[in-house]
Nanobody, 118 residues
Framework: QVQLVESGGGLVQAGGSLRLSCAAS????????MGWFRQAPGKEREFVAA????????SYADSVKGRFTISKDNAKNTLYLQMNSLNPEDTAVYYC???????????WGQGTQVTVSS
């Protein structure tokens, strides 16, 4: 089992920045992939970014490319999402996830709210 705990959400003005963190505990996450997803009110949960723990290869949704950066700290077993140039459309609950399988990611955090005011 892997436990994931997100932090770093909050209220920020448009154009501002936030950094989300996701601390992983339990089974090691090395060798797997971790990702960030978000869900805005009334919308489906959507992919934001992912990183392969071993190779550090990253992928991003088109809507966040050039503004968001996913990274990790192997020693701390922690995943990050640096979010710059935020706009109100980025308002959502952001979730950390680990270990993708056939039916989707197996482990999920509880989510952290990000609100961007105009």
């Amino acid at each position: 089992q892997v436990q994931l705990v997100e932090s770093g959400g909050g209220l920020v003005q448009a154009g501002g920045s936030l950094r989300l963190s996701c601390a992983a505990s339990g089974r090691t996450v090395s060798g797997t992939t971790m990702g960030w997803f978000r869900q805005a009110p009334g919308k489906e949960r959507e992919f934001v970014a992912a990183i392969m723990w071993t190779s550090s290869r990253t992928s991003y949704a088109d809507s966040v490319k050039g503004r968001f950066t996913i990274s990790k700290d192997n020693a701390k077993n922690t995943l990050y999402l640096q979010m710059n140039s935020l706009n109100p459309e980025d308002t959502a609950v952001y979730y950390c996830a680990a270990d993708p399988g056939v039916t989707g990611y197996r482990y999920w955090g509880q989510g952290t709210q990000v609100t961007v005011s105009s």
